[in-house]
């Protein structure tokens, strides 16, 4: 069982940045691949970013591409997303999500793969 935190949301101006953690607790996160989602009112779950295992595999949603970057310390068992040039589309609740894996490189980029959840944390960009 993994219990997931989101923390560093906020509110910020078009162009800023804003860093996004997410806290693992229970077992190790160093076997799951973690995951970024996001959400607006009306539409599903979108995937932002993700991470394999090792931490040697990301991939990234085209839209995201070259401002986000998600990175992880297994040790301590946090996970994070980098958000600089930060858009008004942007804005939404952001999610982090893990997952078991056995590969390091296989990227997982819908929600119904993913078995633990955190509560969100609300990103809002404004002009």
């Known amino acids: 069982q993994v219990q997931l935190v989101e923390s560093g949301g906020g509110s910020v101006q078009a162009g800023g940045s804003l860093r996004l953690s997410c806290a693992a607790s229970?077992?190790?996160?160093?076997?799951?691949?973690m995951g970024w989602f996001r959400q607006t009112p009306g539409k599903e779950r979108e995937f932002v970013a993700g991470?394999?295992?090792?931490?040697?595999?990301?991939y990234y949603v085209d839209s995201v591409k070259g401002r986000f970057t998600t990175s992880r310390d297994s040790d301590k068992k946090t996970v994070y997303l980098q958000m600089n040039s930060l858009k008004l589309e942007d804005t939404a609740v952001y999610y982090c999500?893990?997952?078991?894996?056995?590969?390091?490189?296989?990227?997982?980029?819908?929600?119904?793969?993913?078995?633990?959840w955190g509560q969100g944390t609300q990103v809002t960009v404004s002009s």
């Open positions: 999500a893990a997952r078991p894996s056995l590969s390091f490189t296989y990227h997982y980029l819908t929600w119904s793969e993913y078995d633990y």
């Open positions: 229970g077992r190790t996160i160093s076997d799951y691949y």
């Open positions: 991470i394999s295992r090792s931490g040697g595999s990301r």
